[in-house]
Structure formats: C-alpha cells, structure tokens
C-alpha cells in the first residue's frame, strides 16, 4: 500500500511539474518573440535620442571639434554611423574614418548613396547649418525576431529537458516529507506513536511536519493517560472484587465463628434450666456461659471495627501522633498484666517519634502486636520493643522469643479467623482477627510492615 501511494504520488506530483514548468517557459519564449523586437526597437529608438540631444548640447558650444567628438560617442552609443554634411552637400565629417581634403566628398542621395530612409537633421554649429544623416539599423531588430523563430525547436527541446529535470528534483524533495508523512501516519493508525518527522523547512511542508509531531504527542499522550485509568480501573474493580470476596468470606467465618459458642451456650442454658446433671450445679456453669458470652461479644466488637476500617471517614481522621508516647502509655496498661513482671523486657524507644495516623487505629495497632507477644511467648521470654528514627522516616518493631512460624503458616496469619492453634480454643489461640485487623489498619494508612521469624523468635515491625 505504501509503495503504490508513493508510486501515484511522484507520478502525479512529477507530471504537474513537467507541464507547469514546460508551459512557463514556452510563455517565456512566447513573450521574446512577441515583444522584444518591439521593445529592443523602442530601446534603440530612446539611446538615439538621448545621444542626439548631447550633440545638439555640443554644437550650441560652436566648436566643431566639440560636435565631432559627440557624434563619435553618438556612434558608439548608439551602433548607429552619423554623417555631418555642410550646407554645399559636402561630408565634414564620419565617425573613424578620414576625409581626404583632394576627394570629391559630395554626398549623395540616392540608391547609390546615403539611405533615402534614414534621419535627417540640422544643426547649427559656429553660425553655420549643418545637416546631420544617421539611420537605425532595423535590419538587426528583423534579425533578432528571425533568429528566435528558427531557434524555437532546439529552445523547445531545451524546456522539455529543463522541465523533466526540475520536475524530477522537485517530486523527489516533495514526495519524500510526505512519503515520511505517510509512513509515519501509517504507524499512528497502528497506535505506534514513537518515530518523529524530522523537520527540515519552515515552509507549509515543515509546519506540517511539526504539527502531525504534536499531534503524535498528544495522541501518544492521551493513549498513556487513558491506559493508565484503565489500569487502574481495573486495578480498582479487582480490588472491590477482592473486598467483595474478602466481605462474603468474613461472614461466612463469622456465621460459623458465632454458632458454635452461641450453640453451647443455649445447651449449657437449657440443662441448666431443666436441672440436668452435671448442669444443673449453676455455680460452676453459669460462669463458663458468661465467659463464652463474653467472648462472643468482644468478637462482635472486633467485626464492628472491621466493618468501619474501609469508611472515608475512618480513613481520613488523621492528625499528628506521638508514636513514641502513645507506646509508653499502651505499655503501662499492659503493666497490669499479671504476667508483665515475668517478661524480660527491654525497651529501645526514641523520644517524640511524630506520625500521621488515625489516633485510635494506631493504638489498636499497636495494643494488638504487644498482646500478641506478651500472649504467645513463654513467661521467662525475652520481649524487645523499640521505636526509632530511620534515615528517611520511622520504624516500630516488637520482638518476642518464641518458637519460629513455619513459614508457609506466615502468610496465611493475615486472613480473618487463621490460628495456629487447630483446636479452636480461644484461650490459647485467640479468635483469629487480631493480625488481621492490624494489617488492614496499617494498609489504609498507607504504613508498610513485615512479620518474619529471627533468632530465637519472632518480629513484627511497621513503617513509613
């Protein structure tokens, strides 16, 4: 296709030319023949008159030495021979030729002598008249229209050549910027927008050049903008979808996360209803059903806060945050513990560590990592905690001895209701949202983190 389209286009462009620069030179050759003789003979006509009125301004001077050298400049102006003859018919005087004083210098009138057609005038010099015989020489105008006559065919073949070489150069410079054009409009069609027109003129051709370059920019720039919403529409869209699956998932877990304990507490309540041994020993059994309630209730709680975490306006409550007091105050509700004197803790806390973070998501955060250290470690455990600058920002990190996590079991710890502990106790294993509420926390607040085994134990550590 492209070879065709430069095929028709040189053809085409190369056979205008031809006409168009034939025919300008025929018009050109036209125009000699028709007026140059005229004009040549007005030409020569004007040059005469003009070297004529000089030698009337040399005879007024009545030296006749004065008026020949005038004709003498007449002839050599014009090409035009001057003859001076005094009033007995006698020639004074030809420009370069010598009148010998002995010879019969009459003038003669006639076919013999001086042409009946040229100009005769009279001039006065030194008080005497004199007549004044020069004739144009038509002769040469005649040749002149002659010889562009007879020289027309050999003209005519020099304008066809002249025509096919100007036609052939200028196609050739025309046609190749828009063979480009097209090669480079072909490429735009193709959604290829990486090759650019080199722009070699400021003539209509280049500004066109650099127009379709700005609108291969543009174009080029508009796909990538449009590509990059797409993308991320569709980065969107699978993520909603995740969330979606993510909610159908939650529910499931929730609805088998609530029926087991909601269950054996309507057993416990209606043995002890109908007396039935061993259940009917309220004491003992009303508090294991408070206990399983109280569970019950604390998981609902922690479904409500994961609920709210996806909301704009949980999101955006952001202020400024002493990280660095906000974990000496969480430690401090956690000196209560019975357990806390039984840890060996060490603390690497900075002071004024600031963040931007929703202040209650944070402390959830961080009341959830050091609760799981203190609960899966031993009691003679070792527990490091520290908060510190980095070269860039800040990093939290809580470490505790404990044994390390197969690493396949790692990644799964995030998902709502995952424990390690395979015997659903709730006691020892937890209800499974922990982790999972602390990821999602620091995953809309835009915080990075990581939980990985080291020496002797474990480590979560979160950042900006």
């Known amino acids: 296709m492209l070879t065709n389209f ?42 005469i008159n003009t070297s004529l009125d000089d030698v009337y301004q040399a005879a007024k001077t009545n030296n006749l030495h004065t008026l020949e050298k005038s004709l003498d400049e007449f002839n050599t102006n014009t090409n035009t021979t001057p003859i001076l003859i005094d009033s007995d018919g006698k020639i004074i005087y030809i420009p370069y030729i010598t009148i010998q004083a002995d010879t019969n210098n009459e003038a003669i009138i006639g076919p013999t002598g001086i042409n009946e057609d040229a100009e ?20 040469q105008i005649n040749d002149v229209s002659f010889v562009l006559i007879q020289f027309a065919p050999y003209f005519l073949l020099f304008a066809i ?56 920019y543009s174009l080029e720039k508009a796909l990538t903008e449009l590509q990059t ?29 609530l029926k087991s304990p909601l269950a054996a507490v309507m057993g416990l309540v209606e043995a002890m209803q109908y007396n039935i041994p061993p259940y009917d020993n309220h004491t003992q059994y009303l508090p294991e059903s408070y206990r399983v309630l ?21 999101i ?19 000196q209560v513990h019975p357990d806390y ?20 998501s944070i402390e959830k955060v961080l009341q959830n990592i050091i609760g799981n250290a203190f609960q899966y470690s031993a009691n003679d455990a070792k527990i490091v905690i520290s908060v510190e600058k980095t070269a860039s920002s800040w990093k939290f990190t809580v470490y505790n001895e404990t044994d390390p996590i197969p690493e396949k079991e790692i990644g799964n710890l995030f998902q709502p209701f995952y424990r390690l502990e395979k015997s659903g106790n709730k006691v020892t294993g937890g209800n499974g949202l922990g982790l999972f509420i602390t990821t ?10 990581s939980f990985k085994n080291e020496q002797n134990g474990v480590a979560f550590t979160f950042w900006q």
């Open 6 to 47: 430069k095929k028709k286009l040189s053809y085409k462009l190369s056979l205008a030319t031809f006409l168009m620069m034939l025919l300008f030179t025929l018009l050109i050759y036209l125009m000699l023949i028709l007026f140059l003789p005229t004009f040549y003979y007005n030409y020569q006509v004007n040059k």
């Open 161 to 216: 050549v002249l025509s096919l070489l100007v036609s052939y150069f200028f196609s050739r410079k025309t046609v190749r910027p828009l063979q480009e054009m097209n090669q480079v409009a072909n490429q735009m069609v193709q959604l290829d927008f990486h090759e650019k027109l080199a722009v070699h003129s400021e003539d209509e051709i280049g500004e066109l050049s650099n127009n379709l370059n700005k609108m291969a």
């Open 120 to 139: 005769i005038k009279t001039i006065t010099c030194n008080n005497q008249d004199y007549l004044l015989y020069y004739a144009s020489n038509i002769q």
């Open 229 to 257: 919403a797409n993308n991320k529409l569709k980065d969107e869209i699978e993520k909603e979808r995740e969330i979606e699956q993510l909610r159908k998932n939650f529910v499931m877990a929730v609805s088998h996360e």
């Open 294 to 314: 109280e569970q019950m209730a604390k998981l609902i709680q922690e479904m409500i806060e994961v609920s709210h975490i996806d909301q704009p306006d949980y």
């Open 316 to 334: 955006d409550q952001k202020e400024t945050v002493n990280l660095s007091e906000l974990t000496q105050s969480v430690l401090l509700e956690k």
């Open 440 to 449: 999602r926390l620091l995953e809309v607040q835009g915080f990075s983190y």
């Open 341 to 360: 004197h039984l840890k060996k803790m060490q603390l690497d806390i900075e002071p004024d560590i600031l963040i931007k973070a929703n202040p209650k």
